[in-house]
């Protein structure tokens, strides 16, 4: 059966502090990997990853696929109050999108 | 604006009465799907739609069905909800591959 797993499960961190989320995941026929950001509303697209090795960037944070070891982590640089939501990771294998619980950032000024 | 909506934003209904959940989007997009978000579970995929006329489950389409005639609609239907159901359910569009989804605002529906 197909599996998205992240970790840590939740995070608090202080301002300025760096933090790298995980995610693992066990699909047939892997597609790309996608990572969003929850704040109580929808979720908003942040990266999709496809090959292997390659990291996508945008401001502080950045995000790589190993697909070897099937996993991605996501890192957050110098981070702020605003960067405190619930980080998901999703996985297209054919059609379909698996999604893993998240990790809920606490960032303290 | 490109963006999909969602309504009703919040419904409570009673178990049994069938209801539909609409969704539309204006970018023209192909893929259309149904989530929904429950704590500790996260997002799970109800059914999808590659195209008009072509409707796929996905990881929990139990209890629900959905359809697809115009490119811009893809309602959520409910025939006979049960508590089981309570949730918040998430539409999404997206235009094809290689491109990400785009969430609606969601919907939170409590069934008792």
């Known amino acids: 059966e197909d599996k998205v797993v992240q970790s840590p499960l939740s995070l608090v961190v202080h301002e300025g502090d760096t933090v790298t989320l995980n995610c693992s995941y066990e699909?047939?026929?892997?597609?790309?990997l996608l990572w969003y950001k929850q704040e109580k509303k929808a979720p908003t697209f942040l990266f999709m990853l496809?090959?292997?090795?390659i990291e996508k960037k945008s401001g502080r944070l950045s995000s790589i696929l190993d697909k070897k070891e099937l996993f991605s982590i996501l890192n957050i640089t110098a981070t702020q109050t605003g960067d405190s939501a619930v980080y998901l990771c999703?996985?297209?294998?054919?059609?379909?999108?698996?999604f893993g619980t998240g990790t809920s950032l606490t960032v303290i000024p | 604006e490109a963006q999909v909506t969602q309504n009703p934003r919040y419904l409570i209904t009673v178990t049994g009465k069938k209801l539909t959940v609409t969704c539309s989007q204006n970018?023209?997009?192909?893929?259309m799907s149904w989530y929904r978000q429950d704590p500790g579970l996260g997002l799970r995929q109800i059914y999808y739609?590659?195209?008009?006329?072509?409707?796929d489950k996905g990881d929990v389409p139990e209890g629900y069905k959905v359809s697809r005639k115009e490119k811009r609609n893809f309602p959520l239907i409910l025939e006979s909800p049960s508590p089981n159901q309570t949730s918040l359910y998430f539409c999404?569009?997206?235009?094809?591959?290689?491109?990400?989804?785009?969430f609606g605002p969601g919907t939170r529906l409590t069934v008792t």
């Open positions: 496809t090959s292997s090795g």
């Open positions: 999404a569009s997206r235009p094809g591959l290689p491109y990400e989804q785009y």
């Open positions: 739609s590659m195209n008009v006329e072509v409707t």
């Open positions: 999703a996985v297209e294998p054919g059609n379909q999108f698996y």
């Open positions: 970018m023209n997009h192909e893929y």
């Open positions: 699909v047939t026929n892997f597609r790309s």
